[in-house]
């Protein structure tokens, strides 16, 4: 075996790793001259080599390069210091550029186009990415309008493919109110994979069902869509304006299950004919109520078919709010929850010093809407969650603190 091993041509280089080591005749292991270690030199690799001269025999070889590199790096001047700017790469693409970011921004997150301008802070961020940061919020509105146009023409790009290829569409659409109280039709075109939203359309008088299908027919015109023949189904919610919108159109209508599941829901659990009507809930408290038309309905008026009272008795369902008496609870937890929500000063100074005590911190009270599912659940769990401290309130007060309630 030693026969394999011959002195490597920098074995006289001192400074070389080679000094060390015997070399194998084929270049892919080395042999240690202080011990009989040999070790693998594949791709002529000498990591190994050092560390074994380090580790097992305190060796550490230097080579002229590394020193000469070394004085250099003692005698060169210090770096200069570097910019916040250096230390972003700026860098554009089709899928994060300006445009995009200031859209997402003023349409998502809610960001008016003045405050592009007038924020130091918000000016750098950007800056530090994209130099080309408008100096004027008209400029700013511009290039959002400008994007917005492009993206339109995406989307009908997209659409023309499809109906190309032979494809038809449903359409889903609803009213909603701002919080300016101004009303909007919202619209989106479904295909079998995708589907599109066409934006907010501003509603301007009456809302009646030949309103509704001219805002339609305007807004799918500018994507080039027929509601006569390119639509095969529409998907609404159920007042007698949007049934009425369903009768005139060419395409199917399918009623929104989860508004039939809300009004099903009221109709058995709100008892509305005479606990809806009576009892104030945080509709009442806020103007901003999306449903309006939704919450005057039953479900027979929506156009959901639901089991008579004949039937029910066929069925043998007993009546719920009857049996347990959930009508009258449920108005008894809603009166006090809105008493402290109208009295802040009660709230804090009288309940939430032991909803502190107890949980360690503040808890709101939480009030029910009539068009928000779940909401009822919700406000029951949290009143529940602060039983205690309901009670102890109420002990601490000398005078009936719920009389009102």
């Known amino acids: 075996m030693a026969g394999d091993f011959v002195k490597h041509k920098k074995d006289s280089d001192m400074m070389s790793v080679w000094s060390y080591f015997l070399v194998a005749k084929d270049g892919n292991s080395a042999k240690c001259k202080r011990c009989p270690s040999i070790l693998k030199t594949l791709g002529g690799s000498t990591k190994g080599l ?22 250099n790096l003692n005698t060169a001047p210090p770096p200069a210091k570097r910019k916040l700017d250096d230390y972003f790469t700026k860098t554009k693409s089709d899928d994060d550029n300006l445009d995009d970011v200031l859209a997402r921004m003023i349409a998502l997150d809610g960001f008016p186009f003045s405050v592009f301008i ?18 004027s919020a008209v400029t700013i509105q511009k290039r959002v309008m400008n994007y917005s146009e492009k993206i339109k023409k995406q989307v009908t790009s997209e ?18 109110t701002s919080m300016s109280n101004k009303r909007y039709m919202a619209l989106n075109v479904h295909s079998y994979k995708k589907f599109w939203n066409l934006g907010l359309v501003p509603i301007y008088g009456n809302m009646t069902a030949e309103n509704c299908l001219r ?12 509601l006569e023949t390119d639509i ?7 007042p007698n304006v ?13 009623l929104c299950l989860a508004h039939g599941i809300n009004l099903a829901v009221c109709d058995v659990l709100y008892k509305k004919h005479n606990y809806l009507q009576d009892s104030p809930t945080s509709d009442d408290m806020d103007d901003n109520n999306d449903d309006d038309h939704l919450e005057d309905l039953d479900c027979s008026e929506s156009g959901l078919i639901l089991m008579s009272q004949n039937d029910l008795a066929r069925e ?15 108005e008894k937890v809603r009166k006090v929850v809105i008493y402290f929500k109208r009295s802040p000063l009660k709230n804090e100074t009288v309940l939430q010093k032991y909803v502190k005590i107890e949980h360690g911190k503040e808890l709101s009270l939480l009030l029910d809407c009539k068009t928000r599912w779940n909401s009822l659940l919700t406000m029951l769990e949290r009143f529940y969650l602060l039983k205690a401290a309901f ?8 005078s009936n603190l719920f009389r009102r309630c």
């Open 50 to 71: 050092h560390t074994h001269l380090s580790t097992k025999h305190n060796i550490k070889v230097i080579s002229a390069s590394t020193s000469q590199d070394t004085e």
């Open 215 to 226: 805002i339609l027919n305007e807004r799918l015109s500018k994507f080039d869509i027929s």
């Open 391 to 398: 009670k102890s309130s109420y002990r601490s007060q000398s």
């Open 232 to 238: 095969a189904a529409i998907v609404t919610d159920g």
């Open 118 to 135: 007038t924020s130091d802070n918000l000016r750098k961020l950007l800056l530090a990415k994209y130099t080309d940061l408008p100096k």
């Open 242 to 254: 949007m049934i009425k919108v369903g009768r005139l159109v060419c395409a199917e209508q399918q």
């Open 159 to 176: 659409l023309k493919h499809l109906k190309s290829a032979g494809e038809r569409f449903s359409l889903s659409f609803d009213e909603w």
């Open 316 to 330: 043998h369902i007993p009546e719920l709010t009857q049996d347990e008496n959930i009508k009258e609870l449920i």
